[in-house]
């Protein structure tokens, strides 16, 4: 399913500008129209489109709206799949299924939903307030900034900060691994309803403590470190609304992708991490916040499952701490779900192949903090594989 039915991870909007001018000019077929209703007043329509367009077979051929803010696909027929996606800024990705192309001349319309307002808490933890109060500004604004350039459709609708820099607790969180996840919901605060953002002073997923570290634990909990950039809070957002690192699809994307996982330069999201954002059931926009009530959802496939962990070998050392993460807590690293011990063999397969003689130590770490006793117990018996069966 994956690939057929949802668009590419690339990038769209290039290929869409492209202006398509036999479309244009054959005014006398009988053409249909793609109309939409609840546009946005700022910029075109790309549309990704499907059905059998003047004879051939099409999945995801790109438009833009005319000047009077429809598109002209050409004479379109039924085809292997028949739907049009739609982008345009200030407007959530719109999806129109089984759209009933004939060989007549049809207006198909897509609806718009409105801009989708989407509130964030954070949480100030470590001091001093006023430097904190400033770093969680500036990425508001960021995050902000790139979902209202990328066309993700969505808006900061809050940034409610609270300032715990005085709890008698928060020292305990200055230093933060997702292992505190749990005690600093109940230790500091939790708001269930949003994603919950903490500024600490240094964050370790895995490769040691850094004040330039921030991590995404799952459950709507971020944790963001004392010098993390502003273009981070994207980034790892975004793991909340189940997008996956890029950094293994080297032929379209590089360091200027939100979701690249090492980057001083963080700006765009493409059409298709924005359809995912959107579509995925267990984005936070739809598991979480609710904001799409009533309209279809797909599974796409999580990055993490689809790109080989054969490929994540490649990385060597750097992809151990991914890895032991997708031991720890199964398929979706950043998402805690069920047990899945496949999975989890697939990772331990690549720890071996990277070597285990540093990863043994780093495996027993997690297993020493594995809250979950049959994983605790599956990590045990790994540890012990690993070091050679003693
Ligand atoms: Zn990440």
Redo the contacts with the bound molecule.
């Keep these: 399913m994956i690939g057929a039915v949802c668009p590419g991870w690339g990038r769209a909007p290039k290929a869409i500008l492209v202006v398509v001018l036999g479309a244009l000019l054959g005014a006398c077929d009988p053409h249909d129209r793609v109309k939409f209703t609840n546009p946005s007043s700022t910029g075109e329509i790309g549309i990704l489109l499907d059905g059998t367009v003047d004879g051939s077979g099409e999945n995801d051929k790109k438009y833009i709206t005319t000047a009077d803010g429809h598109v002209d696909p050409g004479g379109v027929t039924s085809g292997a799949n028949n739907e049009v996606i739609a982008w345009q800024k200030r407007r959530p990705v719109a999806l129109e299924e089984s759209v009933g192309w004939t060989a007549g001349k049809e207006d198909v319309t897509v609806p718009f939903a409105n801009h989708m307002g989407i509130p964030f808490e954070v949480w100030l933890v470590k001091g001093p307030t006023a430097d904190r109060q400033a770093q969680a500004v500036a990425a508001c604004v960021k995050l902000d900034q790139i979902w209202r350039d990328e066309r993700m459709g969505a808006f900061i609708s809050s940034f409610s900060m609270n300032d715990v820099t005085g709890d008698p607790d928060a020292a305990d969180f200055h230093d933060f691994t997702c292992a505190k996840a749990a005690d600093i919901k109940t230790d500091i605060g939790f708001n269930a309803s949003r994603i919950n953002i903490y500024y600490v002073d240094r964050v370790d997923?895995g490769t040691g403590f850094g004040t330039g570290k921030?991590?995404?634990c799952g459950g709507g909990l971020v944790a963001m470190g004392r010098t993390t950039s502003d273009h981070l809070s994207a980034?790892?957002a975004?793991?909340g609304f189940e997008l996956?690192?890029v950094n293994s699809l080297t032929t379209n994307f590089d360091t200027t992708n939100v979701?690249h996982?090492a980057s001083n330069n963080r700006e765009w999201l493409t059409e298709g991490q924005t359809f995912r954002a959107h579509l995925e059931p267990n984005s936070a926009i739809n598991d979480l916040y609710a904001l799409r009530p009533g309209l279809p959802t797909r599974d796409c496939g999580n990055l993490s499952e689809t790109v080989s962990l054969k490929a994540v070998v490649e990385f060597g050392r750097e992809a151990v701490p991914f890895l032991l993460r997708a031991v720890a807590v199964g398929p979706s690293p950043?998402r805690v779900r069920s047990f899945d011990s496949s999975y989890r063999q697939r990772a331990l397969n690549a720890l071996v192949a990277i070597g285990p003689e540093y990863v043994v130590e780093d495996l027993r770490t997690v297993g020493d903090s594995a809250e979950d006793a049959d994983l605790r117990k599956w990590i045990e018996d790994a540890v012990r594989k690993l070091s050679g069966g003693r």
């Design positions: 997923f921030g991590v995404w980034h790892e975004g793991h996956d690192h979701m996982n950043e």
